[in-house]
């Protein structure tokens, strides 16, 4: 583990205190590791009210749900739902247990972030049960914590719906909570699946291009930028998926930097665009340098 210290000073606190969720903690049992959960388990039952999913449970009781509507779609390391809280339609994010993703090589996102009880370091590099509980949380914590820095930086992207403080979203794991884009149904469309006018494909690249620099502006690589992770609503690229987000303390960040480019001009040639990698590393460095977006003024 490296010595540089991480952005993400409240990580320890949050990984660390063992009585952060009492009533959420795992028995020491074995158990089957939680992969892709049924949308039947996670649907309160009509007549009790209860949901068989302990983690929809929690979110019911502590008044973020009200409803499970439908599954979305899964992915390589989490399941999206649609469904209903006391603000209106949400996007729930369920990640699997670490041990029944598909996507596991996860080290290269976390370099330069610092872990300062050794104990718990020493748990998460070996993976031990208690430390991959300890890097599943942190998985959770980091995209909210991304979530509402970009959020309130003004940048396009889902409006997390609980937090803003660590202690509250750190008891949702392995659950993250936002704001729907789109409706309920017709939530809105990666851009790597709508069917644009050459006119609409030419102002998404214009957008998701700004987004990316605007990420950079902030010292961020995404990871993983590509219309996969981009979606497209009302002509309006919005920004996805922040788990993997990534600062200038980790020494991969320019590889990863190079990466996003690479594959942002990949997958935006299904849309006729032929930009190459390094012209779009080019603009997204040159656009960097400008001004960033107006940020959010949040309410109380």
């Known amino acids: 583990m490296s010595a540089r210290r991480s952005s993400h000073a409240w990580l320890d606190n949050e990984l660390n205190d063992a009585d952060v969720l009492p009533e959420r903690r795992h028995k020491a049992r074995a158990r089957k590791p939680l992969g892709r959960r049924r949308i039947e388990s996670l ?3 009509p007549e009790t009210g209860d949901a068989a999913d302990d983690v929809i449970r929690f979110l019911l009781d502590r008044g973020h749900l009200t409803e499970v509507v439908a599954e979305l779609k899964s992915g390589k390391e989490a399941t999206a739902y ?3 809280g006391p603000r209106g339609s949400v996007l729930l994010k369920l990640y699997r247990d670490l041990e029944a993703r598909s ?3 996860d080290g290269v996102y976390r370099e330069g972030q610092v872990i300062l009880d050794q104990r718990a370091a020493r748990a998460m590099q070996g993976r031990t049960r208690k430390g991959l509980e300890m890097l599943q949380a942190g998985w959770v914590c980091a995209e909210y914590a991304h979530l509402w820095q970009l959020w309130r930086a ?5 409006e997390p719906l609980v ?12 659950a993250v909570l936002m704001r729907l884009i789109g409706s309920e149904d017709a939530p809105a469309p990666r851009l790597s699946d709508a069917s644009l006018t050459p006119e609409e494909a030419r102002s998404a690249w214009r957008q998701a291009v700004q987004g990316m620099a605007d990420l950079l502006r902030l010292g961020y690589a995404h990871g993983d930028y590509s219309t996969y992770n981009l979606l497209w609503w009302e002509n309006t690229v919005i920004i996805i998926d922040f788990p993997q987000l990534t600062t ?3 020494p991969n960040f320019q590889q990863l930097l190079r990466r996003d480019a690479e ?11 032929t930009e190459t990698a390094e012209q779009t590393l080019r ?12 940020p959010r003024v949040l309410l109380p």
């Not at 003004?154 to 889902?158: A, F, H, S």
């Not at 803003?164 to 392995?174: D, M, N």
């Not at 594959?263 to 665009?273: I, K, N, P």
């Not at 603009?283 to 107006?294: D, F, I, S, W």
């Open 43 to 45: 649907t309160a039952d």
């Open 82 to 84: 649609v469904a209903r």
């Open 103 to 105: 996507f596991k090589r």
């Open 154 to 158: 003004g940048l396009n992207v889902p």
């Open 163 to 174: 937090g803003p403080e660590p202690s509250e979203y750190a008891q949702t794991t392995p």
């Open 248 to 250: 200038r303390s980790n």
């Open 263 to 273: 594959s942002l001009a990949t997958s935006f040639r299904r849309h006729g665009l």
């Open 283 to 294: 603009e997204v460095q040159r656009r960097a340098l400008g001004p960033g977006p107006e």
